[in-house]
């Protein structure tokens, strides 16, 4: 990769990660750097973007920026909101296309993480759009998970099923 992609990916990412939509606008629109671009550490602006920043988010997807892309360990920016409980952030990134039936490196879908945080609103959400009979690599399915961690959460998933 060439230095001054390295750079662009630096500037673009660092101001995705402050949440500052009018610099990520700008670099995006003006200064042309792609939304995919890598930083010096691999990522990409939508992986390291201020996850509750729903409207940096929406401006790096609809100027073409991957809602699939995994780091290395299999997390996608799907599992980053999940986790983080970002339900705003989560449906922008499903109606521009990112799928929420990607396992990560443990085998977590997006909501074995939000079930493990307990984010219900955005279990609630992930539930109609996720393969609830996946398992992660401890074995549990979602509804298994949550019969462990939050047994009020089974009507949920008695809906869902």
């Given at each position: 990769?060439?230095?001054?992609?390295?750079?662009?990916g630096?500037?673009?990412?660092?101001?995705?990660?402050?949440?500052?939509?009018?610099?990520?606008k700008?670099?995006?629109?003006?200064?042309?750097?792609?939304?995919?671009?890598?930083?010096?550490?691999?990522?990409?602006?939508l992986?390291?973007?201020?996850?509750g920043?729903?409207?940096?988010?929406?401006?790096?997807?609809?100027?073409?920026?991957?809602?699939?892309?995994?780091?290395?360990?299999?997390?996608?920016?799907?599992?980053?909101?999940?986790?983080?409980?970002?339900?705003?952030t989560l449906?922008?990134?499903?109606?521009?296309?990112?799928?929420?039936?990607?396992?990560?490196?443990?085998?977590?879908?997006?909501?074995?993480?939000?079930?493990?945080?307990?984010?219900?609103?955005v279990?609630?959400?992930?539930?109609?759009?996720?393969?609830?009979?996946?398992?992660?690599?401890?074995?549990?399915?979602?509804?298994?998970?949550?019969?462990?961690?939050?047994?009020?959460?089974?009507?949920?998933?008695?809906?869902?099923?």
């Amino acid at each position: 990769m060439l230095l001054q992609e390295t750079s662009a990916g630096d500037r673009l990412t660092s101001a995705a990660a402050r949440g500052d939509l009018l610099e990520v606008k700008k670099l995006l629109q003006h200064d042309r750097i792609h939304p995919d671009c890598l930083n010096r550490f691999g990522k990409t602006a939508l992986q390291v973007m201020m996850i509750g920043s729903t409207p940096v988010a929406s401006e790096l997807l609809k100027q073409g920026a991957s809602p699939n892309i995994q780091d290395a360990y299999g997390t996608s920016p799907a599992h980053d909101a999940a986790r983080s409980g970002f339900l705003d952030t989560l449906q922008v990134l499903v109606q521009h296309g990112a799928e929420v039936n990607i396992p990560d490196v443990s085998g977590c879908l997006p909501i074995h993480l939000a079930l493990r945080a307990g984010h219900i609103p955005v279990i609630a959400y992930l539930a109609p759009l996720s393969d609830l009979q996946h398992r992660d690599r401890e074995g549990n399915t979602p509804s298994q998970l949550a019969a462990i961690l939050n047994p009020r959460l089974a009507s949920i998933f008695e809906l869902n099923t």
